[in-house]
């Protein structure tokens, strides 16, 4: 826009008219505008630009915007920071300059993939002040198949096929965005829109264009509205014969989550674009990707390992369970990078048993390599741990698992990234979970089953002596098994051995520091042959209050010393809300069962015992309460929780049963003598 020969930029004019409200009055930022453009090739590879204006609402906002940071793989994209402009309140306009533009390695932990950051220092920001980006990459965001010189190593290891997910929910507030992709018309691209709407068009491109190209300047003060913004090598609109999708969203307010919740990205708004075809596309893919490359060839040393440790083993069952062992305890998890064979394609097997280190992808590629040299059927399988892989074949994934075909013809998920420590073949930590075969032929999309909670029991029983002074002595055990047993386990596995012998005083001094320890006895941790188990026999001077002629105490079981993350994660759960907008999880479907006979004074004269709310529900359910029989009190009390994940409408019954659950923990029996 033009005004007597003065150009004038529409940001400054976006910017005086959002004034100095605040759109959301816990938001540090306001966006005023999100603006992704992405120009297709036929190959597949991508040329993204991606437009930003940020305004900063307070003074917290200001120190968030003082640097733009950009995190990728060389190996698989490029990126250049094409602007960055700062647009002061008292209507100035600074261009940041490429001095203050730094590229480095990105801070790594277990996994050293050669990532890299790029950062801009923007320097100080005042509120009321915005910082405009526009940062072009190419690429994708996986690790390379193969090292080359030019374009080709940008190409998405699917050659031809392009697929995106974007996510059209935000930590703040966002007056508009807009995504936008260009793409050969003979590419059918499929998409969907997940968890709320989007204003979305499809326009088809003439053979030759007539435009005129539109020149962008970054050192003056000009700007294409962010609905028509490409970057400065691209005509505006539409591009001669590829077909524009277009998809937007205006005044996007906060996402709030909710404790407990499911991943935001199964109920926030998002879009998932892809040219695959469906899942069984991306399966046969997978499946050749890796044979052609090798990754599972069996070498003497490998077979010569696997024929070790199969000796005199001739059940299938055990076969598979020291090879899946193996693979997860011999294999530390420390990716590093390896070049070609980086992406969808695993490493050799002959690679990880050598290093002795990798990522899931390597153990599943360990893993399967074994198998084979066991005489197995083997493949890996791909799948997303902690969120939902939906219907349209996007890349919804994030880790990598084993698959073995048993005698029967039934095939048997393994994940050695996840048992360590662990008596399960299969973390059920993962159930409810979208998983994707890589076999002959391919697969759809499938969901790992619920695992009962009876597999995942955790069991905590005693007998115990009340005196007339409130000193309380007994003995309990705590046995768990599956994902309750896991869990113990890795409290110890993940700590020092030196710290074993204090775990269980810690947990009595926190019930009294007055406790005494006479006893104790705990299964190796590292022992995998049984369940893992407990047991203390103790004495707690003091324990019950004596006032007068009355004791009241909480049983020791009732109250349950064992209350830490790794043994009743489920305690932790914020039971605040009556209702909840959204799914929640826990780590696992769950047994809970606690006993405790308690042999108390026989001069008891009068009881006041509490009682509690039996809840039935297919999401969960807990029975329990205390009966007597002369002076000996008996407690018995069942939780039950039936899976890891559950929808909203699932909360109050499962609430009702964990307050029932902690309301034991907390109501006292009072004694009158």
């Given at each position: 826009m033009a005004l007597h020969g003065q150009t004038i930029d529409p940001n400054i004019g976006l910017l005086?008219?959002?004034?100095?409200?605040?759109?959301?009055?816990?938001?540090?930022?306001?966006?005023?505008?999100?603006?992704?453009?992405?120009?297709?090739?036929?190959?597949?590879?991508?040329?993204?630009?991606?437009?930003?204006?940020?305004?900063?609402?307070t003074v917290a906002g200001a120190k968030e915007m003082r640097n733009v940071l950009v995190g990728y793989d060389p190996l698989s994209a490029a990126v250049e920071i094409r602007r960055i402009r700062i647009y002061r309140k008292d209507g100035s306009v600074e261009v940041v300059g490429s001095d203050r533009m730094h590229d480095y390695a990105a801070p790594a932990r277990a996994i050293y993939w050669g990532a890299r950051e790029r950062l801009v220092e923007v320097g100080r920001i005042e509120v009321g002040d915005a910082v405009e980006t526009v940062i072009f990459r190419k690429g994708f965001t996986y690790a390379l198949l193969a090292d080359a010189e030019d374009d080709s190593r940008f190409i998405p290891p699917m050659r031809g096929h392009f697929y995106d997910i974007i996510e059209f929910w935000s930590s703040v507030p966002v007056m508009e965005k807009v995504y936008r992709v260009f793409i050969p018309k003979d590419k059918p691209l499929q998409y969907e829109v997940y968890n709320g709407e989007l204003t979305s068009s499809i326009h088809f491109a003439p053979e030759f264009s007539h435009r005129v190209k539109v020149e962008v300047n970054p050192s003056v003060s000009q700007r294409v509205t962010p609905e028509q913004y490409l970057h400065p090598s691209h005509d505006?609109?539409?591009?001669?014969?590829?077909?524009?999708?277009?998809?937007?969203?205006?005044?996007?307010?906060?996402?709030?989550?909710?404790?407990?919740?499911?991943?935001?990205?199964?109920?926030?708004?998002?879009?998932?674009?892809s040219t695959s075809p469906d899942w069984y596309a991306k399966s046969v893919w997978f499946h050749k990707v890796n044979e052609d490359f090798g990754s599972f060839e069996v070498t003497p040393e490998v077979r010569a390992t696997v024929d070790t440790l199969l000796r005199g083993v001739t059940d299938e069952l055990e076969k598979i369970s020291v090879l899946n062992h193996w693979a997860a305890e011999q294999i530390r998890y420390s990716g590093i990078s390896m070049g070609t064979g980086e992406g969808y394609t695993l490493h050799p097997g002959s690679m990880t048993f050598s290093d002795r280190c990798g990522v899931c992808k390597d153990k599943a590629g360990m893993l399967v390599t074994m198998l084979r040299a066991a005489g197995f059927e083997s493949y890996p399988a791909m799948t997303m741990a902690g969120s939902r892989i939906d219907r349209v074949p996007a890349d919804q994934f994030n880790h990598s698992v084993s698959v073995v075909k048993r005698k029967n013809g039934d095939w048997m998920l393994l994940d050695p990234t996840w048992i360590p420590g662990v008596r399960e073949m299969w973390s059920s930590a993962e159930q409810q979970q979208q998983y994707l075969l890589g076999i002959p032929g391919g697969a759809d999309i499938m969901t790992t089953p619920i695992s009962p909670a009876d597999n995942h029991s955790w069991k905590l029983h005693g007998e115990s002596t009340l005196s007339e002074d409130g000193t309380l002595e007994g003995t309990l055990t705590l046995e768990a098994e599956g994902q309750?047993?896991?869990l113990i386990r890795r409290g110890f596995l993940r700590g020092y051995k030196s710290g074993w012998d204090e775990y269980i005083p810690k947990l009595f001094a926190a019930i009294s520091p007055r406790a005494v320890i006479s006893g104790k006895s705990m299964r190796d941790p590292s022992d995998l042959s049984g369940p893992m188990q407990i047991t203390v026999t103790y004495k707690i001077p003091g324990y019950a209050d004596?006032?007068?002629?009355?004791?009241?105490?909480i049983p020791l079981i009732a109250r349950n010393p064992f209350s830490d993350y790794n043994n009743a994660s489920e305690l932790d759960m914020d039971t605040s809300e009556k209702t909840k907008s959204y799914g929640f999880r826990m780590r696992c479907s769950k047994l809970v069962e606690l006993s405790e006979t308690i042999h108390v004074p026989s001069k008891a004269e009068r009881w006041e015992i509490p009682s509690f709310e039996a809840i039935e529900s297919a999401a969960a359910n807990f029975r329990g309460g205390y009966t007597m029989n002369g002076s000996t009190?008996?407690?018995?009390?069942?939780?039950?929780?039936?899976?890891?994940?559950?929808?909203?409408?699932?909360?109050?019954?499962?609430?009702?049963?964990?307050?029932?659950?902690?309301?034991?923990?907390?109501?006292?029996?009072?004694?009158?003598?």
């Amino acid at each position: 826009m033009a005004l007597h020969g003065q150009t004038i930029d529409p940001n400054i004019g976006l910017l005086q008219a959002t004034g100095d409200g605040i759109a959301d009055p816990h938001s540090t930022t306001l966006v005023l505008y999100d603006s992704t453009d992405v120009d297709v090739q036929e190959s597949g590879l991508s040329y993204v630009t991606m437009h930003k204006l940020t305004k900063a609402m307070t003074v917290a906002g200001a120190k968030e915007m003082r640097n733009v940071l950009v995190g990728y793989d060389p190996l698989s994209a490029a990126v250049e920071i094409r602007r960055i402009r700062i647009y002061r309140k008292d209507g100035s306009v600074e261009v940041v300059g490429s001095d203050r533009m730094h590229d480095y390695a990105a801070p790594a932990r277990a996994i050293y993939w050669g990532a890299r950051e790029r950062l801009v220092e923007v320097g100080r920001i005042e509120v009321g002040d915005a910082v405009e980006t526009v940062i072009f990459r190419k690429g994708f965001t996986y690790a390379l198949l193969a090292d080359a010189e030019d374009d080709s190593r940008f190409i998405p290891p699917m050659r031809g096929h392009f697929y995106d997910i974007i996510e059209f929910w935000s930590s703040v507030p966002v007056m508009e965005k807009v995504y936008r992709v260009f793409i050969p018309k003979d590419k059918p691209l499929q998409y969907e829109v997940y968890n709320g709407e989007l204003t979305s068009s499809i326009h088809f491109a003439p053979e030759f264009s007539h435009r005129v190209k539109v020149e962008v300047n970054p050192s003056v003060s000009q700007r294409v509205t962010p609905e028509q913004y490409l970057h400065p090598s691209h005509d505006l609109a539409t591009t001669p014969g590829k077909t524009t999708y277009t998809w937007s969203k205006k005044y996007i307010v906060p996402f709030e989550g909710e404790p407990d919740m499911v991943s935001p990205s199964d109920v926030a708004p998002k879009l998932l674009v892809s040219t695959s075809p469906d899942w069984y596309a991306k399966s046969v893919w997978f499946h050749k990707v890796n044979e052609d490359f090798g990754s599972f060839e069996v070498t003497p040393e490998v077979r010569a390992t696997v024929d070790t440790l199969l000796r005199g083993v001739t059940d299938e069952l055990e076969k598979i369970s020291v090879l899946n062992h193996w693979a997860a305890e011999q294999i530390r998890y420390s990716g590093i990078s390896m070049g070609t064979g980086e992406g969808y394609t695993l490493h050799p097997g002959s690679m990880t048993f050598s290093d002795r280190c990798g990522v899931c992808k390597d153990k599943a590629g360990m893993l399967v390599t074994m198998l084979r040299a066991a005489g197995f059927e083997s493949y890996p399988a791909m799948t997303m741990a902690g969120s939902r892989i939906d219907r349209v074949p996007a890349d919804q994934f994030n880790h990598s698992v084993s698959v073995v075909k048993r005698k029967n013809g039934d095939w048997m998920l393994l994940d050695p990234t996840w048992i360590p420590g662990v008596r399960e073949m299969w973390s059920s930590a993962e159930q409810q979970q979208q998983y994707l075969l890589g076999i002959p032929g391919g697969a759809d999309i499938m969901t790992t089953p619920i695992s009962p909670a009876d597999n995942h029991s955790w069991k905590l029983h005693g007998e115990s002596t009340l005196s007339e002074d409130g000193t309380l002595e007994g003995t309990l055990t705590l046995e768990a098994e599956g994902q309750s047993d896991a869990l113990i386990r890795r409290g110890f596995l993940r700590g020092y051995k030196s710290g074993w012998d204090e775990y269980i005083p810690k947990l009595f001094a926190a019930i009294s520091p007055r406790a005494v320890i006479s006893g104790k006895s705990m299964r190796d941790p590292s022992d995998l042959s049984g369940p893992m188990q407990i047991t203390v026999t103790y004495k707690i001077p003091g324990y019950a209050d004596v006032l007068k002629d009355k004791l009241s105490f909480i049983p020791l079981i009732a109250r349950n010393p064992f209350s830490d993350y790794n043994n009743a994660s489920e305690l932790d759960m914020d039971t605040s809300e009556k209702t909840k907008s959204y799914g929640f999880r826990m780590r696992c479907s769950k047994l809970v069962e606690l006993s405790e006979t308690i042999h108390v004074p026989s001069k008891a004269e009068r009881w006041e015992i509490p009682s509690f709310e039996a809840i039935e529900s297919a999401a969960a359910n807990f029975r329990g309460g205390y009966t007597m029989n002369g002076s000996t009190l008996f407690l018995n009390a069942t939780h039950r929780m039936e899976k890891r994940l559950y929808e909203a409408k699932d909360w109050p019954e499962f609430r009702r049963a964990l307050l029932e659950r902690k309301k034991l923990m907390e109501t006292p029996i009072i004694i009158a003598r």
